[in-house]
C-alpha cells in the first residue's frame, strides 16, 4: 500500500533541507519513494514554488499532472474565484475517490502558508519508526493520507492519458 505524506517545515528552506534525508533513507531501503515534490514559499512571496521530484521518482510515479491538479486545489483554486473553484470542488470530489479527501487539503492549506515549506511523497515500505527519528528535530509536522491498492491504481489510471497526451519532456 503507498502513502501520500505532507511533511510542514517551519522555515522555506526546510523542505529542501529534509530531501536529502529522505535521499539518504531511499539509499538505506528504509522507504521507497514512488514519487515527490516539494513547495517552497518565500514569507514575502503570493504564492509558493512548487516541483517534481524526477531524481528520487521510480517506475511508479504518477507525474506532473498529480502534483500540477493537488497543488492547484491546495494552493491556487481559492484565489481563482467562484467559477473556477466549483470545477476544482468536482476534481476534489474525484481525488477523494482515489483516497486524497477534503480533511487532508483543507489541512495542508491552512498549515502550508507564507515562510514555509512543504514535502510531499508518494511513499511505500518505510520502516515508520526509523522514518520518523530521521526527521526528528527537523520542526517537521507529518501529515498523511494512506491509499489503498486499489485506490492508487484509480489514481495512477486517472492521470496516465493525460500524461501519455502530454508532450515529452526535455
Known amino acids: 500500500m503507498a502513502t501520500l505524506t505532507a511533511w510542514k517545515f517551519p522555515t522555506p528552506e526546510g523542505a529542501d533541507q529534509a530531501l536529502a534525508t529522505l535521499e539518504r533513507l531511499q539509499k538505506e531501503e528504509l522507504i521507497q519513494v514512488l514519487d ?3 513547495v517552497t514559499w518565500p514569507a514575502d512571496r503570493k504564492r509558493p514554488k512548487t516541483r517534481q521530484l524526477h531524481s528520487l521518482a521510480g517506475g511508479g510515479a504518477l507525474g506532473g499532472s498529480f502534483w500540477g491538479l493537488l497543488f492547484g486545489l491546495i494552493f491556487f483554486v481559492p484565489l481563482l474565484g467562484l467559477v473556477v473553484g466549483a470545477a476544482a470542488g468536482a476534481l476534489a470530489g474525484s481525488l477523494s475517490d482515489v483516497g486524497i479527501d477534503d480533511d487532508f487539503i483543507n489541512d495542508v492549506r491552512t498549515k502550508v502558508t507564507p515562510g514555509t515549506s512543504a514535502l510531499f511523497g508518494l511513499t511505500q515500505n518505510a ?5 520518523v527519528d530521521a526527521f526528528r528535530g527537523s520542526g517537521a509536522e507529518l501529515l498523511h493520507t494512506n491509499l489503498s491498492a486499489d485506490q492508487e491504481e484509480r489514481l495512477r489510471e486517472a492521470f496516465a492519458d493525460v500524461e501519455e497526451d502530454a508532450p515529452a519532456r526535455a
Open 127 to 131: 520502516v515508520q519508526d526509523r522514518v
Open 36 to 38: 515527490a515534490a516539494v
